[in-house]
């Protein structure tokens, strides 16, 4: 049957391994470039590994000892291995400062862009072993932070006297909007956790003290699972959570009744 599935799966896609290994479907903007980027490292590794494995047999044979008795303690003469050693350092330059540092600008000069364009922004707070969602409420103002009042696991530590977290609430399902950037702030009470959703092609590690961007684009509804992508500790399998990405009206729905019942508790 695993067999079977690869081979359709070949017959689908011959040129992408991300297919071949069941990358689940892209739910982001960025995602598919993501998607290519694994296709490109992997075709890459695919050539290595054949390359090295014919120079090893290669060597297996040009150098078995029935043709060389006497082991040669000076090895290569010419300056070949050298030549080679300053093409990889020329090439790793390259890929260094022609395409990883401008990919990166790109990618933070998109982040100031999306923050133009009145991104949903929701607090993630991982703990042992969960995740909380803080929103803003329809005010859009998260209430003022203070770490010093976690009183539980899992506590997004809002200020109580702070008039601008008078509308925040708190989930345990994230929702967020289509079609619209959404800037995650990701957080932890306890240890080093990692906040991932792989159909957003995305994560981030969550620290405790420190709330940390990611940001991303759904460009489909879905429903799908977002999980802990850092070992931290024996329930970290369980740290499963679930994401809806809906129509914006139907988000405003939701934004708007969460508010109310929550302005109306602390009323
Ligand atoms: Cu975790």
Redesign the pocket.
Known sequence: MFIQNILTKLAVSPFSPAEWMGLPENGSFHGDEVGHLIDVITWFMIVLFVGWTLFFLLCLVKFRQKKNPQASYQGVKNHASTHLEIGVVIIEAVLLLGFALPLWSERTDDFDQAKKENAVRVRAV?F??GWKFHYAGADGKFGFIDRTLAKSQGDHCLDPADPNGFDDFVTTELKIPVDRPVILQVT?TD????FSIIPMRIQQD?FPGKDIPMWFTPIKEMETSVV??????EG?AR?VGSLKVIPQKEFNDFIAKQSKTAADKKK
């Open positions: 991982g042992q072993f932890s240890v080093i956790h990692n969550a802990c992508g850092q070992l931290c500790g970290h740290m």
